[in-house]
């Protein structure tokens, strides 16, 4: 079946414009993970949704990060004011909610802010 | 806190073996393997789980030492296409949320 996918995979923008990055995870499952990826580096978690329950967004590293998530299915994780410290790969997740589960990743967005 | 990875980079000739391991300074319940290529998005290997019960679906092999907090992920008889970043994955408690390592970077030659 589909896996997850995003959009779009590459995506160049000035500094100080607002991005948003989509994510579509596989069908039926039930929790979805943002997580960014810099240069060469390991993932870092941004934020956690599982069914109705209130997000996670312990791992948001400023109030410019915002992420929703409508009718338990596509997220879409947004940045405002880009700094050129964004540039990384956004990567997403996705379970089917019980706990000690594979998590299935796209193939991520990779964000160039000049 | 972020698991620490050792060693960071390792490079092997086909058919030779590695060991990569994944430390943390909290108590862990599960541990999960994956691995990535250049470009592409983590790919699952394994999950460990506190109390011996393993889950994966490649031809390799893990340790899970609660009393150290550490995980071992064995790669036997290399093959070219092993070759990747490693990371391990730690989870705690309850918490579905994993806290990824920096990474171990493989390379296998001929």
């Known amino acids: 079946g589909a896996g997850v996918s995003q959009s779009p995979s590459n995506k160049v923008t000035e500094k100080g414009k607002d991005v948003e990055l989509r994510c579509d995870p596989i069908?039926?499952?039930?929790?979805l993970y943002w997580y960014r990826q810099s240069l060469g580096q390991g993932l870092e978690f941004l934020i956690y949704?599982?069914?109705?329950?209130?997000?996670?967004k312990s791992g948001l590293p400023s109030d410019r990060f915002s992420a929703e998530r409508t009718g338990g299915s596509v997220s879409t994780l947004t940045i405002q004011r880009t700094q050129q410290e964004d540039s990384a790969v956004y990567l997403c997740?996705?379970?089917?909610?019980?706990?000690?589960?594979?998590?299935?990743f796209g193939d991520g967005t990779r964000l160039s802010i000049l | 806190q972020q698991p620490v990875q050792s060693p960071q980079a390792v490079i092997l000739r086909e058919g030779e073996d590695a060991v990569i391991n994944c430390s943390s300074s909290?108590?862990?319940?599960?541990v999960h393997w994956y691995r990535q290529k250049h470009g592409e998005a983590p790919v699952f290997l394994m999950i460990?789980?506190?109390?011996?019960e393993q889950k994966g679906h490649e031809k390799i092999s893990a340790s899970f030492n609660e009393k150290k907090q550490q995980s071992s992920l064995y790669l036997t008889a290399s093959q070219l296409s092993y070759s990747g970043t490693y990371f391990c994955?730690?989870?705690?408690?309850?918490?579905?949320?994993?806290?990824f390592g920096s990474g171990t970077q493989l390379t296998v030659l001929p």
């Open positions: 997740a996705s379970t089917t909610g019980r706990s000690n589960q594979p998590q299935h």
């Open positions: 949704f599982q069914g109705n329950s209130a997000p996670d």
């Open positions: 909290k108590a862990l319940y599960s």
């Open positions: 994955g730690t989870g705690s408690g309850s918490a579905r949320q994993l806290t």
């Open positions: 460990l789980l506190k109390g011996g």
């Open positions: 069908s039926g499952h039930t929790a």
